[in-house]
């Protein structure tokens, strides 16, 4: 039985994206090592072994170190660090690609609260810096701090970091995105990163720290309730559901709605299992718990009360091709949290350039593609638009056991 995980991620989960070597895997060293999050040791002995073979040190090389000793920990795809700063915890995602990234927020292993995007002052704006802004904005990620890194390579030179900063935030509107901050750094150097730079006396905004301390709005969660039935299992005699309250406050005692029947059924008890198993009058979402109830629940029922659900057999939504092609009339397997049926794809309504916008009509998305399409499936499926509930917003597309596109609800 695959056990969910007991305890919701109530940590910010920040993700780093940004063309590469523009100074990811750097940036979050110098976040690690000036917060005190890394053993100073390692990085030490790390810049030790750099001089005695005569190269430069990286702090990509240090988190490297560390995820040899974590190897076994590893259960994603992204590299994952904790960082602990002001009695904050965050969790900092590094997406290698954005292919890696779609995946990974599309199928809810990484779930980002908010995303660093890096961009190289030298350099500027690249294709995958565009493609990475496109996605953030596909998946709903609304909290985007703009780093403006390797400020040491342009002499700290104010006007470069103000050219930049307004063909990003040109680019951003367009898009219809909001940044909360444009920050010239030096990862390497250590500029606005922790400490606020003596190098750029004229920078008076946030450091990159004290940019996410002040992303406090994980999740509205004010809205109603919303739980998925993950697996059931039998205690005492007793058969008792367990599954994740994605939204809301559930009670003991409260009559809720099962999706797809559109049943109604009391939950008689409510467990949690974090240490032991205790009885809860109420539980609040992001939570695992197991309920107990008179009828019968499946794996993939969605429950719910005072919220909208779409029941449905056809949605359109926006996919993001990884692998091969999506074509008009093929069928696929559909996912969505713990849903899973065929589908068939009725109609792809249109490609997007994310370079100009422009919508392309077109039967068939490619691999690395962005389209609309829309969707009809076996049987009935429980969704909610992506910015309502991400987790029943999205969806992965299979074939032959393989991920062939991610995508959401639009
Ligand atoms: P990633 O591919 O985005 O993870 O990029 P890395 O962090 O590996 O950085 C790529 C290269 O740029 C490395 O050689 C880094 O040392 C260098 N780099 C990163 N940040 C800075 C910076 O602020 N200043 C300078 N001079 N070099 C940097």
């Known amino acids: 039985m695959g056990f969910v995980q007991i305890g919701g991620v ?3 989960n920040i993700a780093i994206v940004g063309s590469v070597d523009h100074g990811k895997s750097t940036l979050i060293g110098r976040l690690l090592y000036d917060t005190g999050s890394i053993p100073r040791d390692k990085i030490e002995e790390v810049k030790r072994i750099c001089k005695l073979l005569g ?73 995958q810096t565009k493609r990475h802004a496109f996605l953030l904005k596909l998946l709903g990620v609304s909290n985007i701090i703009v780093v403006i890194n390797k400020m040491d390579l342009v002499n700290y030179d104010k006007r470069k970091f103000e050219a930049t900063k307004r063909v990003v935030k040109n680019y951003f509107k367009k898009m219809g995105l909001n940044i909360r901050e444009v ?32 992303v406090t709005d994980l999740k509205d969660r004010s809205k109603g309730f919303v739980m998925i039935i ?3 299992y039998c205690l005492n005699g007793k058969e008792v559901y367990v599954g994740n309250i994605l939204d809301g406050c559930l009670k003991k005692g409260d009559v809720v709605c099962v999706y797809p029947s559109n049943e109604e059924v009391k939950v008689e008890k409510i467990l949690d299992f974090r240490e032991g198993v205790i009885g809860l009058d109420s539980a609040r979402a992001p939570k695992a718990v197991g309920i107990v109830t008179r009828n019968t629940l499946q794996r993939g029922n969605v429950l719910a009360k005072n919220r909208r659900i779409m029941n449905t057999t056809k949605v359109e939504g926006i996919v993001f091709c990884l692998l091969g092609s999506i074509k008009e009339n093929e ?49 009935k499926v429980c969704l909610t638009k992506f910015n309502e509930l991400a987790e029943l917003g999205r969806f992965v597309l299979e074939k032959d056991g393989k991920i062939i596109a991610g995508g959401i609800i639009s």
């Open 55 to 127: 190269k430069r040190f990286e702090f990509a090389y240090a988190i490297d170190a560390l995820e040899e000793e974590r190897k076994n920990d590893m259960t994603i795809e992204c590299a994952q660090v904790f960082l602990r700063y002001s009695n904050e915890e965050y969790s900092i995602i590094d997406v290698p690609g954005h292919k890696e990234f779609l995946k990974n927020m599309a199928t809810g292993v990484t779930q980002a609260n908010a995303a660093i995007l890096i961009i190289d002052a030298k350099e500027g704006i690249t294709e």
């Open 230 to 232: 993950q697996d059931k």
């Open 183 to 214: 920050i010239p750094i030096s990862a390497y150097c250590g500029d606005n990163v922790v400490k606020k730079s003596k190098n750029m006396l004229w920078y008076k905004g946030k450091t990159v720290v004290e940019a996410l301390s002040s």
């Open 10 to 12: 109530e940590m910010l």
């Open 331 to 379: 069928r696929y397997v559909f996912r969505c949290a713990t849903q899973e049926t065929f589908c068939k794809i009725c109609k792809v309504i249109e490609k997007l350039d994310i370079n100009t916008f422009e919508k392309i009509s077109e039967d068939s998305i490619a691999s690395a593609e962005i389209g609309r399409i829309r969707l009809k499936f076996d049987k």
